[in-house]
């Protein structure tokens, strides 16, 4: 997969994008990662890439002339043109999935009071990582990328890791232990410990129900409960679970 990140701060990715999952990936061949400059494609003398906004009021906003040269240039005809927003659809899991699969992300970042509304029309799609504003795109980038990246087959050591993670399965996932089995007075739960494989499922299906019950009863709204499962969340929590 290709990813382009379009920017006026290169400077602002490299380090984070380098690192970690995407840094392997790359190593890997699974993913053709490029930083454009938006900059370089303003035609002025003084590159310059944002201007006052027609109607007048505080702040600057990216001119369309650079940035729309900056995505044609990336665009291929398998793209996927992203622009991070605040006022995008909000990013997920589902959308992370989504992108993984597509032959190629095109990911502009807008910077000051946003882009100018033409070049918003050129996108395909137009994506928020979270209800807060970012004084950039370049961070809402790396959250995409990095949870793309690691989607790619082969980009993590363990794939059955990444499918039993929160919101892969639909819930939220169950809690894990490491060596010491005791710490600061706080022993693993016995069934880990057991080797009883069939126990060990049951377990952490029935505390990732729990946690999200708990924190997210939102998600537990398509999920096919047990009546013994249901059971087990009415005893833990002391209340009916309705869901479906
Ligand atoms: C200061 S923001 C502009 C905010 C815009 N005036 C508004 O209120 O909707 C500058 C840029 O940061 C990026 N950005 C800020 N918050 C974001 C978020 N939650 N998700 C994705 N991108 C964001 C966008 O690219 C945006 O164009």
Known sequence: MRIDVLTLFPEFCPGALGASILGL????????FRLVNIRDFARDR???CDDTPYGGGPGMVMKPEPLA?????????????VLLSPQGEPFSQATAEEFSRAGQLVLVC????????RVRLMADREVSVGDYVLPGGEAAAVVIVEAVARLLPGAVGHEDSVA???FSTGILDAPYYTRPREFR??????VLVSGDHASVARWRREQALKTTAQRRPELLRGEVLSETEREFLCRELGK????G
């Not at 807008?110 to 509304?117: I, M, P, T």
């Not at 007075?185 to 016995?190: K, M, R, S, T």
């Open 25 to 32: 990936a790359r190593e890997r061949g699974l993913v053709d």
């Open 46 to 48: 003084h590159k310059v």
């Open 69 to 81: 040269a900056a995505i044609d240039s990336a665009r291929r005809p398998q793209s996927t043109v």
């Open 110 to 117: 807008g910077r000051y009071k946003g882009v100018d509304e």
């Open 164 to 166: 039993t993670d929160s």
């Open 185 to 190: 007075g706080l022993a693993v739960p016995e």
């Open 240 to 243: 009916e679970i309705v869901n």
